[in-house]
């Protein structure tokens, strides 16, 4: 499947496109919190059913708490690296939130 010149030059596929609009949107409806990436992959549970992601179900979720999904990692990294979110580390914990309009993608 063809992907779009700019997805080419962010190195993205149409669904961690898609993971970076809804984490965008959210965080713009949400301008005065910032927010863990466990966070928002709760929040986002509703736009992207941990069940439609076979494989990145954590085998350990009774043990471990299930971890972000990869493609929410990658949306927020290229978020971030086009200066859309901001990340900020506190008490060893990364937590993103809205800085401005999201480049055209």
Known sequence: MPITRKQFDLG???EIERWMREVHEY???NRD???SASDLDAALETAFPR???EGEIDVLEDIFPAQPRRRLQIALEK???LGAIEARVVD???YY???EDLPEL
């Open 12 to 14: 993205i596929d149409s």
């Open 27 to 29: 965080l713009g409806q």
């Open 33 to 35: 919190m910032a927010y």
């Open 51 to 53: 069940a439609d992601f």
């Open 79 to 81: 978020l971030v690296a």
């Open 92 to 94: 060893s914990q990364a």
């Open 97 to 99: 939130a809205y800085c």
